[in-house]
């Protein structure tokens, strides 16, 4: 299959808008990371979202939405507080899972009775979901357990090949996923997937908001959690990825120093000096910045041939929960503490 390179231009999106149509994936931008997108009514086409990223069938997809009309088309019930932080967080980075219609094929979600809905900020991806007309069910346009793609060409590097198309909207503002939430109850918020809309953004608007476990330790293969996506491997470069949790930069430094060989590298706060004879790149300073750019990092740092990368720790507060969450993902959960 050859892969159509599209730009963000009204003609391309009307190409894209009826590839969507047809039935056909068509990776687009978000104002997280790409998506890989298709009808998400249509059974084959979303088999075939499955297929082109290796992802296993039972971890479910969002499904994008461009307006709060489309909500009632993919959910069964829509709790008040749903419709409260729809009203601050949508159109933006927060999905939420609600009971499913009948009308979403139980491959979309991952055999569950529930699914995620998102309605994304960024002009391509609503104006493709508009002019398409459908719900779009996109997962990270990544191979399956490599890095979410940040730009176009990341989405070229795994998909070229395998999808009709990728809209080209230039390197996503968020860096990282969604913040991926359900209710327990009423009153009740719990968050599956941190993402750069915090525990803090959202505690105004509930009772309680707490993050799930699996946010902070390993999940075993056969265990059941309430998102299937934590229990995998994630996001992790080719390169192996050590987090560093050290008192200060001189710690890391010595620790590494003692413990470099060829083909290592740091991954390293932006304020951070360039230590002699290590190879470095830097990742920001805030949550915010470094969520922009960890996996565009990760990318860089394959493309370097790095073996061994060793990484400052970030914060757990705010946005950086989410960066954390990622970082500890790519390590399998493996940190070296000082
Ligand atoms: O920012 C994002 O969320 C990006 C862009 C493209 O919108 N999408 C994305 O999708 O990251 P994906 O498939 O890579 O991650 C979806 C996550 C998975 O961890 C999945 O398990 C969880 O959301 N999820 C989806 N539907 C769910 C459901 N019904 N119940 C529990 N978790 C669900
Ligand atoms: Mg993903």
Not at 50 to 69: E, Q, S, T, Y
Not at 127 to 144: H, T
Request: charged residues 20%; aromatic residues 8%.
């Amino acid at each position: 299959m050859n892969t159509r390179l599209l730009h963000d231009t009204q003609e391309d999106l009307s190409i894209a808008a009826e590839l969507i149509r047809h039935g056909e994936l068509v990776a687009f931008p978000t104002e997280t990371v790409y998506g890989l997108g298709a009808d998400a009514r249509k059974e084959k086409a979303v088999r075939a979202i499955f297929a082109a990223k290796g992802r296993p069938a039972d971890n479910p997809l969002i499904v994008h939405i461009a307006g709060l009309d489309m909500l009632g088309m993919i959910a069964a019930e829509v709790p008040p507080l749903a419709l409260t932080l729809a009203g601050h967080f949508w159109p933006g980075a927060l999905t939420m899972i609600f009971p499913k219609r009948p009308e979403i094929p139980s491959v979309t979600s991952g055999g569950l009775d529930t699914v995620g809905i998102r309605m994304p900020s960024h002009p391509a991806a609503r104006a493709l979901i508009s002019l398409s007309g459908c719900p779009i069910a996109a997962p990270s346009a990544n191979r399956s357990g490599l890095p979410s793609p940040t730009t176009a060409k990341h989405v070229m590097d795994d998909m070229n090949g395998r999808i009709a198309a990728v809209l080209d909207g230039g390197q996503c503002e968020g860096g990282v996923e969604s913040t991926v939430i359900c209710f327990d109850d009423t009153q009740t918020i719990h968050i599956l997937r941190p993402g750069l809309i915090s525990q803090e953004d959202l505690a105004p608007y509930a009772g309680r908001v707490y993050v799930d476990h699996a946010v902070f330790e390993q999940i075993a293969p056969e265990t059941k959690v309430a998102s299937p996506g934590m229990k995998y491997k994630h996001y992790s470069p080719k390169a192996k990825i050590l987090p560093v949790d050290a008192p200060d930069f001189d710690a890391f430094v010595r620790y590494v120093r003692q413990h470099w060989k060829e083909h290592t590298y740091c991954l390293l706060f932006d304020s951070d000096p360039e230590p002699d004879g290590i190879p470095c790149l830097h990742y920001g300073d805030s949550g915010i910045r470094q969520a922009h750019d960890l996996f565009f990092r990760f990318r860089e740092l394959d493309e370097l041939g790095a073996a061994l990368v060793y990484v400052r720790m970030p914060s757990q507060s705010g946005a950086g929960l989410s960066v954390y969450n990622r970082l500890m993902r790519a390590a399998g959960f493996e940190v070296i503490r000082l």
